[in-house]
């Protein structure tokens, strides 16, 4: 098994770009997906496959990964970005999931 | 358009089995190119992964989880199903089902809106 790390908390001021990450070391083996969820609502994927984006996700969603540390940038962040984001990986086995904390992203 | 419906009691004794059953529509629990999974949140916190389980019946669990834990698939009825026992307040939590797309990571790229499991007596 293995653990995915995520700042807790992260804001940015409107218009601006903010990296959120996640660190493991199933993610040298593995490619992260991430989601955005908001009060009260289930999770969204925004992105699978390192850097793919689901249809009806803004491109100022991007993803990357270097190393052990999986990265979703928003570029140009909106009001709307408000939320928690999630991380999801593999686990060093490949047969299993393992979610990261969570960072709260706040949009000052 | 997949959707997916959680089902299940809101309200399990401390000791007793939670059960929960995920109705699929617009997509079939019998693709070889999906996984189906659980996913939960306990209030206030992060989500955590429970377990897959695949069109053919092979399951992935949660080590934390294994040995109370089973997921099924019915694949007449098109949906498939949590069960959890011995339950204890620390179970207490939304509980989302999801479908797993069967890439190389595995996205969850469909989700139920979440049920709420309250263990209490």
């Known amino acids: 098994s293995s653990e995915l790390t995520q700042d807790p908390a992260v804001s940015v001021a409107l218009g601006q770009t903010v990296r959120i990450t996640c660190q493991g070391d199933s993610l040298r083996s593995y490619f992260a997906s991430w989601y955005q969820q908001k009060p009260g609502q289930a999770p969204i994927l925004v992105i699978y496959?390192?850097?793919n984006r689901p249809s009806g996700i803004p491109d100022r969603f991007s993803g990357s990964l270097s190393g052990n540390t999986a990265s979703l940038t928003i570029t140009g962040a909106q009001a709307e970005d408000e939320a928690d984001y999630y991380c999801n990986s593999r686990d060093t086995s490949g047969k299993l999931l393992v979610f990261g904390g969570g960072t709260k992203l706040t949009v000052l | 358009q997949v959707q997916l419906q959680e089902s299940g009691p809101g309200l399990v004794k401390p000791s007793e089995t939670l059960s929960l059953t995920c109705s699929v529509s617009g997509a079939s629990v019998s693709s070889r190119d999906y996984y189906w999974g659980w996913v939960r949140q306990p209030p206030g916190k992060g989500l955590q992964w429970i377990g897959n389980i695949y069109y053919s019946g092979n399951t992935y669990y949660n080590p934390s989880l294994r040995g109370r834990l089973t997921i099924s698939v019915d694949t007449s009825k098109n949906h498939f199903s949590l069960k959890l026992s011995s339950v204890t307040a620390a179970d207490t939590a939304v509980y989302y089902c999801?479908?797993?797309?069967?890439?190389?990571?595995?996205?969850?790229?469909?989700w139920g809106q979440g049920t709420l499991v309250t263990v209490s007596s």
């Open positions: 999801a479908r797993l797309n069967g890439g190389y990571d595995l996205p969850l790229d469909y």
């Open positions: 496959d390192k850097h």
